[in-house]
Each structure stands twice: as structure tokens, then as C-alpha cells.
Nanobody, 117 residues
Framework: QVQLVESGGGLVQAGGSLRLSCAASGSIYGINVMSWYRQFRGKQRELVAS???????NYANSEKGRFTISRDNAKNTVYLQMNSLKPEDTAVYYC???????????WGQGTQVTVSS
């Protein structure tokens, strides 16, 4: 089992920044990918950014340049630095851990990000 605890969400004005954190604990080992997803009200969850245990990153095209994902493997924590926030970034942001061999998938409880105009 892997437990994920997100933090760092909140209310920010448009143009501001937030840094989300996701602390993982439990059976963390081997090759894995940690990701941030977000879910707009009434919509399906969508990928924002992901980072492998080897620090390779991937971003949704719309967030490149504004969001930066990083991880500290010593702390088993992944971060999402969000700059130049827009009201349309308002969503619940979820952390995901995906492990391989065997395949495992875990989600955090989500953290609300609200950007006011």
C-alpha cells in the first residue's frame, strides 16, 4: 500500500503562484511515476504533469511553461509549482502514484485550488 497526502492548495488571485506537495509513504520502491491530475467540476480527471523515479517529466501541453513538477526521492515527495495562475486553473488537484512490477495505482484525497479573478 502507498499513502499519498497532498497539501498546498488554497485561494489565490489570478497571476499568483502556489506550490502543491504530495508526500508518499508505504511501499515505495522500484520504477514508479508520480503525477498530478486535476478535476474540474463536472468533468473527468485530467493529467497535469508526471515525473518518473528517474526524473523524466511530462506535461499536458496547455501547462508547459507555467507549471513545473519535481520530486525529492529522499523525502518521497512530489511537488507542483504553479505560476501565473488563471481562474480556469480552479479545480481539485490529485496526486497519483503508479508503480510497476507489479502494477500499482494509488490516489491522494485531493486538494482544492481556487484562483480568483
Amino acid at each position: 500500500q502507498v499513502q499519498l497526502v497532498e497539501s498546498g492548495g488554497g485561494l489565490v488571485q489570478a497571476g499568483g503562484s502556489l506550490r502543491l506537495s504530495c508526500a508518499a509513504s508505504g511501499s515505495i520502491y522500484g520504477i514508479n511515476v508520480m503525477s498530478w491530475y486535476r478535476q474540474f467540476r463536472g468533468k473527468q480527471r485530467e493529467l497535469v504533469a508526471s515525473i518518473t523515479s528517474g526524473n523524466s517529466t511530462n506535461y499536458a501541453n496547455s501547462e508547459k511553461g507555467r507549471f513545473t513538477i519535481s520530486r525529492d526521492n529522499a523525502k518521497n515527495t512530489v511537488y507542483l509549482q504553479m505560476n501565473s495562475l488563471k481562474p480556469e486553473d480552479t479545480a481539485v488537484y490529485y496526486c497519483n502514484y503508479h508503480g510497476f512490477f507489479p502494477t500499482r495505482d494509488y490516489w491522494g484525497q485531493g486538494t482544492q485550488v481556487t484562483v480568483s479573478s
